[in-house]
């Protein structure tokens, strides 16, 4: 019989003209119409407020260009990594991206995103419309800038003032000998309660504490021209150990927080289990607003005195926080770059940003927006103080091989830690080796 | 010598007149090892549903019982992404993927259990290699091959459900046909040869004895293939749209920690977990039934 | 006589193709069969593969990642670096046991748990999809299900130190981490065995179990003779599949430890991962993927020789 073969040509063909159309309809860019594509990242604690937030915008977008804006999206940082990773790559991909800033530096080593000129500055505003600080990390230079600040997500520390005001201090650290002390006299380890919480386990965290340590005392992680890579020098070796110092010499935390990630710390905090968390953003409000401390907590700068010092060296820098924010900037491949700057103007005025940061739970961008955010919300004024406070980290594009080289040293470290000590030249090995290779990225850099 | 009973089963030295020939293991340490073996399995499970009913920031402190039950997790995880739109692109990507690499791997393994032919153990061997190939390596290079078909060819695949199945199926092939040969390999030609005598082309012979007697190795391909498409995330990530995305990408949101201070949904990621899983066990549930010895029903009668 | 009648040691020596005694009639090789799989697994699987394989000679970093067919050619330098200054080697050891252990303890309870349930017990059908679920639960909810029952006051450290016993407080930080990672894996992936060696039994033919009976064996004689020879095939197929499946997996590593991964568990996926996706060294993380399949192919190789490809296919089914 030849059926057999007739039949499963059939049987396929009728699979093949199913698939094409169950599935092709559906997915993909829509063609049609002038559209804008943009990469945001998912907001989990406002998922609902995030969906209307975009509907007003692609609204508002299409009210004012005429065009439809596609949303694209991203859940970690990993994954939004890869996403540029592979658009450039493919020369395919969203025109518009909202990018970390720390990770802008990498994405303007790829070349894959457009400088923005002059012109462009002005369609989109003007420079003068930002908070300044926040334009720290939009390039290495104000003539190769390629990044449009969108929201500020300043660094600083939350306090719990029952606590505080039970303990008899007055205000929040000023200095981190001075929250060293205030730690210590809140500490009540019998009852499992701390002065601080921290999370050594963390993959993010970590690095800030060693970069803001460093600076404020003078030293640099990358040397200023961008050539020689710093992670070897003693005043990154003396952060480090005063990072660790907190715990095994200071005690002013819990033992178990060796093993935390910054979910666990926080958790801490929001318990009651420790009067300080360093190095929060307003993305801890939806965490602190639905515990137990509600009402009991409020912000701080970061102390700007590095450890073991009683004033700032010379040289040393008032680093209270990293410019943290997000930045959006155009892909190189776009070809839509008058839509992309419409965009941005539109995102970038104040009704626009007050808005935004009021849905979404961060700070505006725009100045303006950033001061009357400030008046509205007295809590959140503290980290607006701090947002002046910002500190560009290294514009190069050997970045990651810095964060996740200091990242490696503490992760390397904590079994030592787990046992009460660590090993400062295990340490310098450490820091070595990350040296090495951040030195290598810096040599490929300048081919 | 026989010790056949009326009812045509074998009488055991203990009298018992219907023992079950397929139970290998005495009946009390069967009971015992099942215990075991469930407790093994279940007890992290449940200690998973728990979770999904604890407060993040109970989960996130290290507490075991829940200060409070957190019900409207089950509630929020459908809001704080398209769970459900999410769940019905896995299980369709999942699926499709399953049964055309399944009936692909039938065919191919039928040629390589029953012929010879140029390149028959090369073609194997292969297929064992590239099951070794760790996906990260593809991830970029796979993009590429794909959106250069809509550069080159017009068809823009990016973001299709079509793009998801195709890659799937193919990671899931070589597995599958693996799969495939070594069950058709227990299938004796004899039964074949007898089909063919009767008039039946080799085709036939396919589908008509070979197949039916090897349900459970399909079923097992099928399982295996279709938990390639479900638990996918990299290929997904990147291939993907909001409106073709899968559960298996969904789910990241909630796990994934947030710099500066959030504690992620834990909550919410047991739930839509636990809630994923179902499917699967589901369609085995349904499918198990038709893991029965075939080389004792439906053999002919020579 | 009845063809299903299966008897060990019968084996029928024919040849695959032997020709039907049918006169006039040509054989038909439906050869076409395979096509369709060979079309897209030389699309999807090879061209990347290959695509990737030519990266590994590429300077290819964030650098020159745009232009990358542009990127200049290096020859065998990301090789060398891989093999002499990176971590590769250790990840590639550590890879190479943590897969061969997980296998070696899953694949005993999968064989006993396929054993428990092949024949009548209440409930079969539950208990027989109750045994997956750890299997088809998303690795990402089971690394972090497990990242939180592994942490120094979790529910892992809580059940030891009820029995007596010492919990560690590095579970998921120091050298007990590796254990940590081999238990998880366990757990999550006995089912693979499982699934295949239930298939398996089901195909052992009825009469071959009653003919044992009748000949009185005990249990464990019954598996050592009977079940364990008919299963050889798809055990084997589980075994080399499962240490393969180990060898790659990324996501649960990564999930649990996180990157940069303690040094007792930076498996091979996830440093191949940090190397391309975080440091954007694209080159280097090619290269390492293609050395670790050249180590892979070792016992791929073994497997392929002990299943004796050219045999025929025998009755008894090999």
Redesign the interface.
């Known amino acids: 019989m030849h059926r057999g073969r007739g039949l499963f040509v059939g049987v396929i063909a009728v699979l093949a003209l199913l698939l094409t159309g169950i599935t092709a309809c559906g997915g993909g860019p829509r063609g049609g119409g002038t559209q804008l594509r943009v990469l945001v990242a998912v907001d989990p604690q406002y998922p609902e407020q995030q969906r209307a937030w975009l509907d007003r915008v692609t609204q508002r977008f299409k009210a004012k260009s005429g065009a439809d804006l596609t949303f694209e999206t991203f859940a970690s940082a990993g994954e939004e990594q890869t996403k540029i990773q592979t658009s450039i790559v493919s020369g395919d991909g969203p025109d518009v991206y909202h990018l970390g800033s720390t990770f802008t530096p990498v994405a303007f080593a790829t070349k894959g995103f457009q400088v923005l000129s002059e012109a462009d500055w002005q369609q989109i505003g003007g420079r003068d419309r930002f908070v300044p600080e926040s334009l720290g990390m939009s390039g290495p230079d104000p003539a190769h800038q390629i990044g449009v600040p969108v929201s500020t997500r300043p660094y600083g520390m939350v306090y719990n003032t029952a606590m505080f005001r039970a303990a008899g201090i007055g205000a929040p650290p000023a200095a981190w000998d001075e929250f060293v002390a205030d730690a210590k006299r809140l500490n009540q380890p019998a009852a499992g309660v701390y002065g601080t919480a921290l999370d050594y386990a963390d993959g993010y965290d970590p690095w800030k504490f060693i970069w803001m340590f460093t600076l404020q005392g003078g030293g640099r992680l990358v040397s200023d021209d961008l050539k020689q890579a710093r992670l070897d020098s003693p005043e990154v070796g003396a952060s480090v150990g005063a990072y660790f110092d907190l715990l095994t010499r200071h005690h002013v935390a819990d033992p178990k927080s060796v093993g935390w990630r910054s979910a666990q710390a926080l958790a801490a905090f929001v318990n009651g289990k420790a009067a300080m968390l360093p190095m929060v953003t307003p993305n801890a409000v939806p965490a602190l607003e639905g515990s137990a401390v509600k009402g009991q907590y409020a912000f701080a700068p970061m102390p700007l005195v590095p450890p073991g010092a009683a004033s700032r060296p010379a040289g040393g820098l008032a680093a209270g926080t990293i410019v943290s924010g997000d930045n959006i900037a155009i892909a190189s491949y776009s070809r839509q770059k008058d839509l992309a700057l419409s965009y941005l103007e539109l995102i970038t005025s104040i009704d626009e940003q007050l808005d935004y940061s009021q849905t979404l739970g961060v700070l505006p961008a725009n100045a303006e927006a950033a001061r009357r955010q400030a008046e509205a919300h007295p809590q959140l004024a503290p980290l607006v103080a701090a947002e002046r406070t910002a500190v560009p980290t290294t514009f190069t594009g050997a970045w990651s091989d810095v964060q996740l080289g200091l990242a490696n040293v503490v992760t390397q470290s904590l079994p030592a830690l787990t046992n009460g000590s660590y090993d400062p030249d295990a340490v310098r090995g450490l820091l070595a080796q990350a040296n090495q290779k951040v030195q290598s990225s810096l040599n490929r850099q300048g081919r | 010598m026989s010790?056949r009973g009326v009812s045509g089963?074998?009488v055991?030295?203990r009298g018992v007149s219907r023992?079950?020939?397929?139970?290998?293991?005495?009946a009390r340490?069967?009971g015992v090892?099942?215990a075991l073996?469930?407790a093994?399995?279940?007890v992290?499970?449940l200690?998973?549903v728990l979770?999904s009913v604890t407060p993040?920031?109970?989960?996130?402190?290290?507490t075991?019982w829940p200060s409070h039950l957190a019900l409207d997790n089950y509630v929020r995880m459908w809001?704080?992404?398209a769970l459900g739109s999410g769940l019905a692109n896995s299980v369709?990507v999942a699926a499709?993927s399953a049964v055309?690499a399944t009936?692909?791997?039938v065919?191919?393994a039928?040629?390589?259990?029953?012929?010879?032919?140029v390149g028959?153990?090369p073609?194997?061997?292969v297929l064992?290699?590239?099951?070794?190939?760790?996906?990260?390596?593809?991830?970029?290079?796979?993009?590429?091959?794909f959106?250069?078909a809509?550069?080159y060819l017009g068809l823009?695949?990016?973001?299709?459900?079509?793009a998801l199945?195709?890659?799937y199926?193919?990671?899931a092939?070589?597995?599958a046909?693996?799969?495939m040969v070594?069950?058709?390999?227990?299938?004796?030609?004899?039964?074949e040869?007898?089909g063919?005598?009767d008039?039946?082309?080799?085709?036939?012979t396919?589908?008509r004895i070979v197949v039916p007697?090897?349900w459970?190795?399909m079923?097992?391909a099928l399982?295996?293939s279709f938990?390639v498409g479900?638990?996918d995330?990299?290929i997904a990530?990147?291939l993907?749209?909001?409106?073709?995305r899968t559960?298996?990408?969904d789910?990241?949101?909630?796990?994934?920690?947030?710099?500066?201070?959030?504690?992620?949904?834990?909550g919410q990621?047991?739930g839509?977990?636990?809630l994923?899983?179902i499917p699967?066990?589901?369609l085995?549930?349904g499918f198990?039934?038709y893991?029965?010895?075939?080389?004792?029903a439906g053999?002919?009668?020579? | 006589m009845s063809p299903a009648t299966v008897l060990p040691g019968r084996a029928r020596g024919a040849g695959p193709s032997a020709p039907v005694a049918r006169p006039g009639r040509r054989e038909r090789r439906p050869l076409w069969l395979m096509l369709p799989g060979l079309a897209l697994l030389g699309l999807v699987v090879v061209l990347p593969f290959g695509l990737a394989v030519w990266m590994g000679f590429l300077d290819l970093d964030q650098y020159t990642l745009r232009d990358w067919l542009g990127a200049p050619f290096i020859g065998l330098a990301n090789f060398t670096e891989a093999l002499t200054t990176s971590t590769m080697p250790h990840s590639l050891w550590l890879s190479v046991t943590f897969a061969l252990l997980t296998t070696a303890v899953a694949a005993p309870i999968g064989l006993v748990a396929a054993l428990t349930v092949n024949g009548r017990v209440p409930a079969r059908g539950l208990v027989r999809s109750l045994y997956l679920v750890p299997y088809v639960i998303p690795q990402f909810a089971t690394g972090s299900l497990w990242q939180m029952l592994l942490q120094p006051d979790g529910a892992v450290n809580k059940v030891l130190r009820a029995f007596g016993l010492e919990g560690s407080n590095e579970w998921l930080i120091g050298p007990p981490a590796f254990w940590a990672l081999v238990a998880v894996d366990v757990w999550a992936s006995w089912a693979f065995i499982y699934l295949m060696a239930l298939a398996g039994l089901q195909t052992i033919s009825t009469e071959l179990y009653e003919a044992a009976d009748l000949d009185g064996v005990t249990w464990r004689q019954k598996v050592r003779y009977v079940v364990l020879p008919q299963l050889r095939g798809p055990l084997s197929l589980g075994l080399i599949l499962s240490t393969l499946q180990h060898f790659n997996n990324f996501t649960l590593p990564f999930v649990l430890f996180g990157s940069p991964a303690p040094e007792a568990v930076n498996v091979l996926p996830v440093n191949i991962y940090q190397t391309s996706f975080q440091v954007f060294r694209f080159g280097l993380g090619s290269a390492m993927s293609v050395l670790a399949l050249i180590i892979l192919a070792i016992p791929a190789w073994i497997y392929l020789r002990s299943v004796r490809l050219d045999a025929k296919p025998q009755e008894a089914g090999a």
């Open positions: 010790r089963r074998g055991s030295r023992r079950d020939a397929q139970a290998v293991l005495p340490l069967n090892l099942i073996i469930l093994f399995a279940m992290p499970i200690f998973m979770m993040d920031s109970d989960i996130a402190g290290g075991v809001d704080t992404v369709l499709v055309v009936v692909f791997a065919g191919a039928y040629c390589l259990t029953r012929f010879t032919f028959r153990r073609y194997l061997a064992v290699f590239l099951q070794s190939v760790p996906q990260v390596l593809l991830l970029l290079p796979l993009f590429m091959v959106s250069s809509a550069t823009p695949l990016v973001g299709t459900r079509l199945i195709v890659a199926l193919t990671f092939l070589p597995l046909t693996w799969v070594t069950y058709f390999r227990k299938v004796p030609e004899s039964l040869e007898a063919l005598l008039g039946l082309s080799r085709f036939g396919l589908w007697l090897s459970p190795g079923v097992v399982v295996f938990l479900w638990n995330v990299v990530s990147v993907s749209h909001p409106d073709t559960a298996a990408v789910l990241q949101v909630f796990g994934h920690s947030i710099e500066g201070g959030a504690i992620p949904q834990y990621l047991m839509a977990s636990v994923c899983s699967v066990v589901a085995y549930l198990q039934r893991l029965v010895s075939g080389l004792t053999s002919d009668k020579g």
